[in-house]
């Protein structure tokens, strides 16, 4: 997949942070029970925003690729989601990162309580399970791109419609190797 639609990686409702016509887009899929993903999360998505979301030249997106198909991690996609109803999606994201290993229902409706979520519309949302076909969504597309673990990344050069030069990188990596493959695609017209 070195070229396509936007759409076909960027599915609609899609969680994403910076300017939507940024050239660069960069994918994460991820599991929030994942130490790995929760090291990226707390050392180079900060510094990503810092360089090059602030500045309009990438935009972040997460997907979500829970490692098992039943479980804390499918649990938490879920309950971000549930949030996402409720305007809450990146501040239940960043608590469930920053609870990745405490992770349970109590602490899930916690974190839900904290947020001030409406509780018995996110109970509801839990119980429903709606977002399940979605989340397992993301997680076939991370497998399509051959990822056998988190976290992964798809970038992307794109003019917000279609999508070029694609490319992956599998599992935790240094910040400078997003620097660098990030330059690269800024530079291409």
Same mark, same amino acid.
């Given at each position: 997949?070195?070229?396509? /639609?936007?759409? %076909?990686?960027?599915?609609?409702?899609?969680?994403?942070?910076?300017?939507?016509?940024?050239?660069?887009?960069?994918?994460?899929?991820? /599991?929030?029970?994942?130490?790995?993903?929760?090291?990226?999360? &707390?050392?180079?998505?900060?510094?990503?925003?810092?360089?090059?979301?602030?500045?309009?030249?990438?935009?972040?997106?997460?997907?979500?690729?829970?490692? %098992? $198909? $039943?479980?804390?991690?499918?649990?938490?996609?879920?309950?971000?989601?549930?949030?996402?109803?409720?305007?809450?999606?990146?501040?239940?994201?960043?608590?469930?990162? %920053?609870?990745?290993?405490?992770?349970?229902?109590?602490?899930?409706?916690?974190?839900?309580? /904290?947020?001030?979520?409406?509780?018995?519309?996110?109970?509801?949302?839990?119980?429903?399970?709606?977002?399940?076909?979605?989340?397992?969504?993301? &997680?076939?597309?991370?497998?399509?791109?051959?990822?056998?673990?988190?976290?992964?990344?798809?970038?992307?050069?794109? /003019?917000?419609? &279609?999508?070029?030069?694609?490319?992956?990188?599998?599992?935790?990596?240094?910040?400078?190797?997003?620097?660098?493959?990030?330059?690269?695609?800024?530079?291409?017209?």
């Amino acid at each position: 997949m070195a070229s396509g /639609d936007l759409a %076909d990686i960027l599915p609609p409702g899609t969680p994403t942070l910076g300017d939507s016509k940024a050239p660069v887009l960069m994918v994460e899929f991820s /599991d929030f029970t994942c130490g790995y993903c929760g090291k990226f999360f &707390r050392e180079t998505l900060p510094a990503l925003k810092t360089e090059y979301l602030k500045a309009g030249t990438v935009r972040f997106a997460y997907r979500d690729y829970p490692r %098992d $198909e $039943e479980g804390w991690g499918l649990v938490a996609a879920h309950a971000a989601r549930c949030a996402g109803e409720q305007g809450k999606y990146w501040d239940m994201h960043d608590r469930l990162f %920053d609870q990745h290993a405490r992770l349970g229902s109590g602490v899930i409706m916690q974190l839900a309580k /904290d947020l001030r979520l409406n509780a018995k519309a996110f109970a509801a949302c839990m119980d429903s399970q709606k977002h399940i076909p979605a989340i397992m969504a993301d &997680r076939d597309m991370a497998v399509k791109l051959g990822f056998r673990g988190t976290p992964g990344f798809l970038i992307v050069k794109t /003019d917000g419609r &279609r999508f070029t030069d694609a490319f992956t990188i599998p599992g935790a990596v240094h910040y400078d190797t997003f620097r660098t493959e990030i330059e690269k695609l800024l530079k291409k017209r």
